[in-house]
T-cell receptor, first 116, second 116 residues
Framework: AQKVTQAQTEISVVEKEDVTLDCVYE???????LFWYKQPPSGELVFLIR??????QNEISGRYSWNFQKSTSSFNFTITASQVVDSAVYFC?????????????FGTGTRLKVLA | GAVVSQHPSRVICKSGTSVKIECRSL??????MFWYRQFPKKSLMLMAT?????????EQGVEKDKFLINHASLTLSTLTVTSAHPEDSSFYIC????????????FGDGTRLSIL
């Protein structure tokens, strides 16, 4: 069965600290995609990154970096030098081909609070 | 980047009213659109998947007659909550994706529905 686990329900850090959000997934497919989204208090979901199952390269984008490890079925997200504007709920999602629709399986989200 | 517009952003209405929510992809053709419901401090729950020109596929437990979905064109899908009751109050979010394999879903800003 497909599943996405974000074990950290809520994390609080002080501004400028680094923080890692964990995401562990389960799938039987060999071809799949992983995503991270940010949901600020205003409610919209902002796309952050997509990674396909054949690309295990880590990625860095500014203060954001992602570590994809197939061996441990994890796709963790690190924010370096966190800022108050990073406060949001972050969702990890898994997408497989399911009748061609590529539905998402979302994790339960991690609420990040960055304190000034 | 890909833009999805969702309207209205907030609705407050009396019990028994039907409410229509629109979801438009502004700068790409959305072969598939998704409708989600999100309860406070919870993850997104997929309600249905719709492909342009065909009937929506509803998730288990979602009432088709209650939540009418129409995907009449490659840029527009609508969700109508028929005869809404207070228990239908929620945050509804749409998303859209193009046809290429592995494309991310792009989300609208959501509609906060309050039924009195």
């Amino acid at each position: 069965a497909q599943k996405v686990t974000q074990a950290q329900t809520e994390i609080s850090v002080v501004e400028k600290e680094d923080v890692t959000l964990d995401c562990v997934y389960e799938t039987r497919d060999t071809t799949y995609y992983l995503f991270w989204y940010k949901q600020p208090p205003s409610g919209e979901l902002v796309f952050l990154i997509r990674r396909n199952s054949f690309d295990e390269q880590n990625e860095i984008s500014g203060r954001y970096s992602w570590n994809f490890q197939k061996s441990t079925s994890s796709f963790n997200f690190t924010i370096t030098a966190s800022q108050v504007v990073d406060s949001a709920v972050y969702f990890c999602a898994l997408s497989e081909q399911d009748s061609g629709t590529y539905k998402y399986i979302f994790g339960t989200g991690t609420r990040l609070k960055v304190l000034a | 980047g890909a833009v999805v517009s969702q309207h209205p952003s907030r609705v407050i209405c009396k019990s028994g009213t039907s409410v229509k929510i629109e979801c438009r992809s502004l700068d790409f053709q959305a072969t598939t659109m998704f409708w989600y419901r999100q309860f406070p401090k919870k993850s997104l729950m997929l309600m249905a998947t719709s492909n342009e020109g065909s009937k929506a596929t509803y998730e288990q437990g979602v009432e088709k007659d209650k939540f009418l979905i129409n995907h009449a064109s490659l840029t527009l899908s609508t969700l109508t909550v028929t005869s809404a009751h207070p228990e239908d109050s929620s945050f509804y979010i749409c998303s859209a994706r193009g046809s290429s394999t592995g494309q991310p879903q792009h989300f609208g800003d959501g509609t906060r529905l309050s039924i009195l």
